[in-house]
């Protein structure tokens, strides 16, 4: 287990949030965020997962703006958690609306949800992975949330490693931080709809492990169960992900590929051999990722409740 901090934030990330944010107007904010998160995964540990994703999933379509929260309008467009790359899969919401109620009762109007969600992201990696990174607040939440967006922004679990890339590079993200926030997938689970093509045709794939994966996933798709994502450590945000990749078990094809490229090869092996120093890339990383597309100022709004727009 790993205990890591990273006091240093890159400027591009400062100049539009920072540190201490609600130091005096709500300065109980990230308390609240983290015992309710706490809380929360000492009764379920994959709801840490889900809000690492649910963050994940949120700064990829509009920026992270809180956008993902919103649900769909009765007889209006839907929203981006109606989208199958989000529902059934996504978890957390119950989580960020309930952090966002303990704030409203004693400071109303002042947080935003996307930076609820932001925290509890942080403190989740905390509780997993014992890995601990300043949030830098400031976020505003989104006025919109479409369908739409999702599938030309977030990555398909079928991706190349080039694909992958490019699909990061769009998001300010270098090669090396897609390769280190992908360790998130050492913890959670995943549809065996998301990885069947993998299980059945991929020769890759570990056989004992895919020995293990058939006997929960069928063939033919009669059932649609879930798998961790990390068989040596699923419920342990950690770098063992890595090692589990090097040696045919990735469980997603964007998962093995990611061994498998010469473009990405090379940051997996460093990441499998080194988990204090992926840890601090993590939170670097994660800090950049939680600083995209992010409106400020007079930007947005600060909702009263995550999943409606005032």
Known sequence: MIMMFVPKMDAAVSSSLRMGFYRRSCPAAESIVARTVRRAVSQNPGIGAGLIRLHFHDCFVRGCDGSVL????????????????????????????????????????????????AFAARDSSQILGRINYPVPAGRRDGLVSSFNEVTPNLPSPRLTADQLIQNFARKGLSADEMVTLSGAHSIGRSRCS???????????????????????????GASDPTVAMDPATPNRLDNTYYAELRAGRGLLTTDQTLAESPATRGYVDVNARYGVAWAAKFGRAMVKMGSIDVLTGNHGEIRRRCSMIN
């Open 194 to 220: 998301s990885f069947s093509d993998r299980l059945y045709n991929d020769t890759t794939l570990d056989r004992n492990y895919a020995a293990t994966l058939k006997a929960t996933c069928p063939a033919n």
């Open 70 to 117: 919103l649900k769909s309008l009765p007889g209006g467009p839907k929203a981006e958690r109606d989208h199958p790359a989000n529902n059934p899969g996504l978890r957390g919401f119950n989580v960020i609306s309930k952090a966002k109620r303990r704030i409203e009762r004693i400071c109303p109007n002042t947080v935003s949800c996307a930076d609820i969600l």
